[in-house]
């Protein structure tokens, strides 16, 4: 599946935009507000490229993930981040494959902050 300038807004802790085991391709993203932003899980694979998050800021006990990724496959490329009265997400993602559990945090002060990519955990080949 595939979509173009998708704009979903709101607080979420389950996820605005869901993959359920599916690939999807997103071509252009702004997302708005607090909460997990992208939800992908079973086996499912997801690209984004181009985001702009664009927030009133995440309170200093808010630790849900902008994207939240369970046994799967999740790439960003070109992320852009604007918090005002607040922190930016303070945990960018999280990340559970086969039990175990990686987080990428930041703690940082509100403004602007970008990413050039981020290629999540990749699945073991060759029973390595």
């Known amino acids: 599946m595939w979509c173009r300038q998708l704009n979903p807004e ?20 702004k997302f708005e507000g607090r909460g997990t932003r992208i939800r992908t899980e ?16 995440v309170a200093d ?4 993930p902008m994207f939240a990724v369970n046994n799967a496959t999740f790439r960003v490329f070109g992320l852009r981040e604007l918090a005002f009265g607040g922190n930016c997400f303070l945990t960018k993602v999280r990340e559970q494959k086969d039990g175990e559990l990686r987080e990428l945090t930041h703690q940082q ?6 990413w050039a ?12």
């Open 117 to 128: 990519v981020y290629d999540g955990w990749q699945p073991k080949t060759n029973g390595q």
């Open 42 to 57: 079973s086996g499912g694979k997801t690209e984004v490229v181009g985001v702009f998050n664009y927030g009133p800021g």
């Open 10 to 29: 709101g607080d979420s802790d389950a996820g605005l935009v869901q993959n359920r085991g599916a690939e999807l391709w997103i071509l252009g993203a």
């Open 109 to 114: 002060e509100p403004g602007w902050i970008g």
């Open 61 to 64: 006990d808010d630790h849900r």
